[in-house]
């Protein structure tokens, strides 16, 4: 498995922005697809956005035009840039890693980060 540690989380206003970062390492991070997913309680954990190996991108209908998901292989790491931040975006978010196939549910996912929290104030 790979091991993952998200960064950059915090408490921002309603339409700031905030960098996600994750970190990781273990195995060849450029034969995995990437994923962020977040959570709040009492729900299921949502998908928000994925990158396959060749960078190719997936959003929620929710967060399109608003995050970017992009890698950088050099430095093993994953982001999510997030833009004009709304409440609802408020949850844990969580990196996840998959060998070879991107996917867009978090069941096909064997690898996660502990989790970074983001609260958006109105």
């Known amino acids: 498995q790979v091991q993952l540690v998200e960064s950059g989380g915090g408490l921002v206003q309603a339409g700031g922005s905030l960098r996600l970062s994750c970190a990781a390492s273990?195995?060849?991070?450029?034969?995995?697809?990437m994923g962020w997913f977040r959570q709040t309680p009492g729900k299921e954990r949502e998908f928000v956005a994925a990158?396959?190996?060749?960078?190719?991108?997936y959003y929620a209908g929710t967060v399109k035009g608003r995050f970017t998901i992009s890698r950088d292989n050099a430095k093993n790491t994953v982001y999510l840039q997030m833009n004009s931040l709304k409440p609802e975006d408020t949850g844990d978010y969580y990196c996840?890693?998959?060998?070879?196939?991107?996917?867009?549910?978090?069941?096909?996912?064997?690898?996660w980060g502990q989790g970074t929290q983001v609260t958006v104030s109105s």
């Open positions: 990158i396959s190996r060749n960078s190719i991108t």
């Open positions: 273990g195995r060849t991070f450029s034969n995995y697809a």
């Open positions: 996840a890693a998959n060998y070879w196939n991107v996917q867009t549910n978090a069941p096909s996912y064997d690898s």
